[in-house]
């Protein structure tokens, strides 16, 4: 079992900036990969971006050049800096650990941008 808790989201406006940070407990050692998803209301959830244990990242064609995934797998962390934050960003996003035989997810945490 792996164990995932959010943090960072809030309201921020147009063209600002936010950093979402997510931690991991439970059996680590078997967490192949984390990443970020969101759920914008009547939307399916979304890949916004993915690190490897190996440092392959990948990311979400809308979110390219503005947001950055990072990890700390040593302290079981992984970020989201988002920049250059457009309404149409405004989602629950949800932190995601992958194993071999599972998913992983946290409860989420809301991003709303706004002016």
């Known amino acids: 079992q792996v164990q995932l808790v959010e943090s960072g989201g809030g309201l921020v406006q147009p063209g600002g900036s936010l950093r979402l940070s997510c931690v991991a407990s439970g059996s680590i050692f078997s967490i192949n990969a984390m990443g970020w998803y969101r759920q914008a209301p009547g939307k399916q959830r979304e890949l916004v971006a993915v690190i490897t244990s190996g440092d392959s990242t990948n990311y979400a064609d809308s979110v390219k050049g503005r947001f950055t995934i990072s990890r700390a797998f040593a302290r079981n962390m992984v970020y989201l800096q988002m920049n250059s934050l457009k309404p149409e960003d405004t989602a629950v996003y949800y932190c995601?650990?992958?194993?071999?035989?599972?998913?992983?997810w946290g409860q989420g945490t809301q991003v709303t941008v706004s002016s």
């Open positions: 995601n650990a992958g194993t071999q035989n599972h998913d992983y």
